[in-house]
């Protein structure tokens, strides 16, 4: 940790804060940051019995971010966060390394909001967890490190890096339209990345302009 740059170590100790509160707090992060479907709120039942209404709220396109759904899921996020967090906001800087992150963060709820309410309008459910983040900064370690070589838990053969993001993205775009993996929002994450592909291309023009 004491190596990390700033960002990347506030935001896996913000994560793991977060996560340790769900343990204690019950539904109540859930219900209110957690990021639910646009539309009509509707009445559900909490744990403890009592109903709750709950629906879509702005802060939830951010706030989702910061819950996750089980101890495999927090793990995941925070290896890769940990893994590619900090080689890109060495290359990118603090201010722009932090604006990146949330515009992926807040890509992949958009996505995932407009999925469901085009393509799946009755379902209900919360979306949540770091992935959107994360596929963004997957992009951007692919874009910024083409050479680096990286291995996947499905194939743990080190290839380099913007062959594993295109062969990754690939999988999530089949899985997502295939409705293969039910309960991963397969298109957040494509959201994030795609989120951060524009941000990068609007720097790099920017920079070019500026030359």
């Known amino acids: 940790m004491q ?10 100790i913000a ?14 992060l859930l219900v209110h940051y957690a990021l639910w479907p646009l539309g009509d709120p509707q009445w559900l039942r909490m744990d403890n019995g009592n109903p709750v209404r709950v629906g879509f709220e702005l ?21 890769a966060l940990w893994m590619f967090g900090g080689p890109v906001e060495n290359a990118l800087g603090t201010r722009r390394y932090t604006f990146y992150y949330f515009v992926c963060v807040i890509g992949a709820a958009c996505a995932q909001l407009v999925v469901i309410h085009f393509f ?5 459910y919360p979306t949540l967890g770091a992935s959107g983040g994360i596929f963004g900064l997957l992009l951007a370690f692919a874009i910024i490190y083409p050479t680096a070589r990286i291995a996947l838990l499905f194939f743990p053969v080190p290839i380099p890096a913007p062959i594993a993001l295109i062969g990754y993205m690939l999988i999530e775009l089949v899985l997502g339209v295939t409705g293969t993996q039910e309960g991963v929002a397969h298109f957040a994450h494509l959201g994030g990345a795609a989120a951060g592909f524009v941000l990068l291309r609007f720097w790099r023009a920017q920079a070019l302009r500026q030359r």
């Open 3 to 12: 190596n990390l740059p700033p960002v990347t170590r506030a935001l896996l």
């Open 59 to 79: 802060w939830q396109v951010v706030t989702y971010g910061f819950l996750h759904g089980g101890f495999a899921h927090i793990a995941f996020n925070m290896f």
């Open 15 to 28: 994560n793991v804060v977060v996560f340790a509160l769900q343990q204690f707090g019950g539904d109540y």
């Open 120 to 124: 799946k309008p009755g379902d209900f």
